[in-house]
């Protein structure tokens, strides 16, 4: 028996030696923390205690440790707790806001904690030794980056980064930093990299409430939300604006367009008091058509309507916390009183059809008004009218209150005054006649009153007057129809007098000709030539009495060869001259043919 057990007992011993060896290095297997890349672990002490630690982190650091991946470790497991935790992936769209679970309670009335630099809070230990804050941080996890934080002292939300479209804007309302000087409505400027460095915004002195930079159209932001608020126009939440901001709409967050028939008028809500109350404020340099409110408030820029305009066909970046656009058509306009449709034009929607009452008749005037405003004009326009509130157009197109102003406040008082006073002081019959009259007093009021306000007048004109009465019509017509006949017939001896005018000058003309003519031919034959020539022309223009000659007088016989002569030097040969050669010998008598006018002539000489 002895045997027996002097030969097991040595293998027993084995056995066991063996067994511990195997429990050693299943123990020393189940220590080794083999921690991969893109993970990491954190270890936990399952026996300590968190007295005499001297900090929390201290404490916190005795109880667990954070393990990045890529390496091994060795833990024992009947001592430590392992867990293995994916390492926070920030997409490239989003950004990471941690709030720390852990550390010392936020001041009162502060709304987020203190900056501690930390490794991007992977080093929790540094994070609660420099006595970071409970609460949101303004440090932020960016995109594209992993990150090993520990759960139990951070807690990480994703977000989506702030986007901002094409052809908007997004302003920024600070939740954050001191407190706006009583008076102010925009917060002091502070370059910080279109508020993705919040710290930097904090450290140089970043005040709450709407901000005086923009974010531009087009562009990705990594902004903590925590931090500030930021409206576009597809995210417009009025309950995060300040009460004196609530006018604010989804248009308001896009580029202000100005057409190229309009002049942009600006009216600044921040600056300094006008020094003139009755002229636009002054003319400030170097804010790039007031897309830059600090160099304009630096430069001692007023607030109210500024003289500067933007010029039409372009857009621009405008805080609408800072100021507004006015749109003032630099177009002619053209203004009806008269009935419209649906679709006339805002500007003229409350000018009425003008009726005058005259000794009892009621008469219907229609009127039209072309004018145009300089660009130089229309802040003076929108100083003196004022743009508390604008009205809006059928299709949304806003319509200047200056422009609606001067319309229904100006020509429409002038021209209703002017046919009230014509209705008093005229008659039917004087209304009647005195039409031409009427317009031109018109036109001039009118032309008078828009060049009064720097507005230039092109062109008035009074359209159909009409009468209620069918009676009063058809004497109107007639009367215009003899107005029409007086005016054909004026018209006719204004041409008769023409055609006399062209008989005297043509007269006059040949005068003239036939002098020039004579005085030549004198030079050139002579005046007792040219007196010959002149007589027997005459002498050949005068009526000879035609006869028979039948008479041996020698005298008589040769009568009518000389006429002959005479007649040729005149360069006439009369048919009635008969050669008495071919006349036989009668007896002596005379037979004569005549004619009664030659007769008259001889009885009165």
Same mark, same amino acid.
């Given at each position: 028996?002895g045997?027996?057990i002097?030969?097991?007992?040595p293998?027993?011993?084995v056995?066991?030696?063996?067994?511990?060896l195997?429990l050693? *290095?299943?123990?020393?297997?189940?220590?080794?923390?083999?921690?991969?890349?893109?993970?990491?672990?954190?270890?936990?002490?399952?026996?300590?205690?968190?007295?005499?630690a001297?900090?929390?982190?201290?404490a916190?650091?005795?109880?667990s440790?954070?393990?990045?991946?890529?390496r091994?470790?060795?833990?024992?497991?009947?001592?430590y707790?392992?867990?293995?935790?994916?390492?926070?992936?920030?997409?490239?769209?989003?950004?990471?806001?941690?709030?720390?679970?852990?550390?010392?309670?936020?001041?009162?009335?502060?709304?987020?904690?203190?900056?501690?630099?930390?490794?991007?809070?992977q =080093?929790?230990?540094?994070f609660?030794d420099?006595?970071?804050?409970?609460?949101p941080?303004?440090?932020?996890?960016?995109?594209?980056?992993?990150?090993?934080?520990?759960?139990?002292?951070?807690?990480?939300?994703?977000?989506?980064?702030?986007?901002?479209?094409?052809?908007?804007?997004? *302003?920024v309302?600070?939740?954050?930093?001191?407190?706006?000087?009583?008076g102010?409505?925009?917060?002091?400027h502070v370059?910080?990299?279109?508020?993705?460095?919040?710290?930097?915004?904090?450290?140089?002195?970043?005040?709450?409430?709407?901000?005086?930079?923009?974010?531009?159209?087009?562009?990705n932001?990594?902004?903590?939300?925590?931090m500030?608020n930021?409206l576009?126009?597809?995210?417009?939440?009025?309950?995060t604006?300040?009460?004196?901001?609530?006018?604010?709409? !989804?248009?308001?967050l896009r580029?202000?367009?100005v057409?190229?028939e309009e002049t942009?008028?600006?009216?600044?809500?921040?600056?300094?008091?006008?020094?003139d109350?009755?002229? !636009?404020?002054?003319?400030?340099e170097?804010?790039?058509?007031?897309?830059?409110?600090?160099?304009?408030?630096?430069?001692?820029?007023?607030?109210?309507?500024?003289?500067?305009?933007?010029?039409?066909g372009?857009?621009?970046?405008?805080? !609408?916390?800072?100021?507004?656009?006015?749109?003032i058509?630099?177009?002619?306009?053209?203004?009806?009183?008269?009935r419209?449709?649906?679709?006339?034009?805002?500007?003229?929607?409350?000018?009425?059809?003008?009726?005058?009452?005259?000794?009892?008749?009621h008469v219907? *005037?229609?009127?039209?008004?072309?004018f145009?405003?300089?660009?130089e004009?229309? !802040?003076?326009?929108?100083?003196?009218f004022?743009?508390? =509130?604008?009205?809006?157009?059928t299709?949304?197109?806003?319509?200047?209150?200056?422009?609606?102003?001067?319309?229904?406040r100006?020509?429409?008082?002038?021209?209703?005054?002017?046919?009230n006073?014509?209705?008093?002081?005229?008659?039917?019959?004087?209304?009647?006649?005195?039409?031409?009259?009427?317009?031109a007093?018109?036109?001039?009021?009118?032309?008078?009153?828009?060049?009064?306000?720097?507005?230039?007048?092109?062109?008035?004109?009074?359209?159909?007057?009409?009468?209620?009465?069918?009676?009063?019509?058809?004497?109107?017509?007639?009367?215009a129809?003899l107005?029409?006949?007086?005016?054909?017939?004026g018209?006719?001896?204004?041409?008769?007098?023409?055609?006399?005018?062209?008989?005297?000058?043509?007269?006059k003309?040949?005068?003239?000709k036939?002098?020039?003519?004579?005085?030549?031919? *004198?030079?050139?034959?002579?005046? =007792?030539?040219?007196?010959?020539?002149?007589?027997?022309?005459?002498?050949a223009?005068?009526?000879v009495?035609?006869?028979l000659?039948?008479?041996?007088?020698?005298?008589?016989?040769?009568?009518?060869r000389?006429?002959?002569?005479?007649?040729?030097?005149?360069g006439?040969?009369?048919?009635w001259?008969?050669?008495?050669?071919?006349?036989?010998?009668?007896?002596?008598?005379?037979?004569?043919?005549? =004619?009664?006018?030659?007769?008259?002539?001889d009885?009165?000489?």
């Open positions: 028996m045997d027996i002097g030969f097991v007992l293998w027993l011993a056995l066991a030696g063996l067994g511990f195997v050693v *290095v299943q123990q020393i297997r189940l220590s080794m923390v083999d921690v991969p890349l893109g993970r990491f672990v954190i270890v936990t002490r399952k026996y300590g205690s968190l007295r005499h001297g900090s929390l982190a201290r916190v650091n005795r109880q440790k954070l393990l990045i991946g890529g091994i470790y060795f833990r024992p497991p009947w001592l707790r392992v867990q293995v935790h994916d390492m926070i992936s920030i997409p490239v769209d989003s950004i990471g806001i941690v709030h720390a679970k852990m550390g010392s309670s936020l001041e009162h009335g502060q709304p987020i904690a203190r900056h501690v630099p930390c490794d991007h809070f =080093d929790f230990k540094t609660l420099k006595d970071g804050q409970q609460g941080q303004i440090e932020i996890l960016h995109s594209g980056g992993q990150y090993a934080i520990h759960p139990t002292v951070f807690d990480v939300k994703i977000v989506k980064r702030t986007y901002v479209p094409l052809r908007t804007i997004g *302003v309302v600070a939740k954050v930093g001191e407190i706006m000087p009583y102010h409505t925009l917060a002091r370059e910080c990299k279109y508020f993705q460095d919040g710290v930097k915004f904090l450290d140089d002195g970043g005040q709450q409430g709407p901000q005086q930079a923009l974010l531009p159209g087009g562009g932001y990594a902004i903590n939300t925590d500030f930021v576009t126009e597809n995210h417009l939440d009025l309950e604006v300040p009460l004196s901001h609530h006018y604010l709409e !989804p248009e308001d580029l202000v367009s057409e190229s942009g008028v600006v009216i600044v809500t921040e600056g300094l008091h006008p020094v109350a009755a002229e !636009p404020a002054p003319r400030i170097g804010h790039e058509s007031f897309q830059f409110p600090w160099i304009f408030l630096a430069n001692g820029g007023q607030f109210g309507p500024q003289s500067e305009v933007l010029p039409g372009s857009t621009y970046a405008i805080n !609408p916390f800072f100021a507004r656009v006015v749109r058509p630099s177009r002619e306009l053209i203004l009806s009183w008269g419209k449709d649906v679709s006339a034009d805002r500007y003229d929607s409350e000018l009425d059809l003008i009726e005058v009452t005259l000794d009892g008749f219907s *005037v229609e009127l039209t008004q072309t145009a405003i300089p660009p004009t229309a !802040p003076h326009l929108v100083k003196r004022g743009e508390d =509130d604008e009205e809006h157009g299709a949304g197109v806003r319509k200047s209150a200056a422009v609606q102003r001067l319309v229904t100006l020509l429409g008082v002038v021209v209703k005054g002017y046919f006073e014509v209705s008093n002081s005229h008659l039917i019959e004087e209304f009647i006649s005195d039409q031409n009259q009427v317009r007093e018109l036109k001039t009021l009118v032309e008078q009153a828009l060049r009064e306000q720097n507005v230039s007048p092109r062109l008035t004109t009074i359209g159909a007057i009409k009468f209620q009465s069918d009676e009063m019509n058809e004497e109107f017509r007639h009367i129809k107005r029409q006949q007086s005016r054909q017939l018209q006719q001896l204004t041409n008769a007098a023409v055609e006399t005018d062209l008989k005297r000058e043509s007269i003309q040949e005068k003239l036939r002098s020039a003519e004579l005085e030549e031919d *004198v030079r050139i034959l002579g005046r =007792d030539q040219v007196a010959a020539e002149r007589l027997a022309k005459i002498d223009s005068r009526q009495p035609q006869v000659v039948a008479s041996s007088d020698p005298e008589i016989i040769g009568l009518p000389r006429v002959r002569g005479v007649s040729r030097r005149g006439q040969l009369p048919m001259v008969v050669d008495t050669a071919d006349v036989q010998a009668q007896p002596p008598q005379i037979t004569e043919a005549y =004619d009664p006018e030659g007769q008259k002539h009885d009165q000489r």
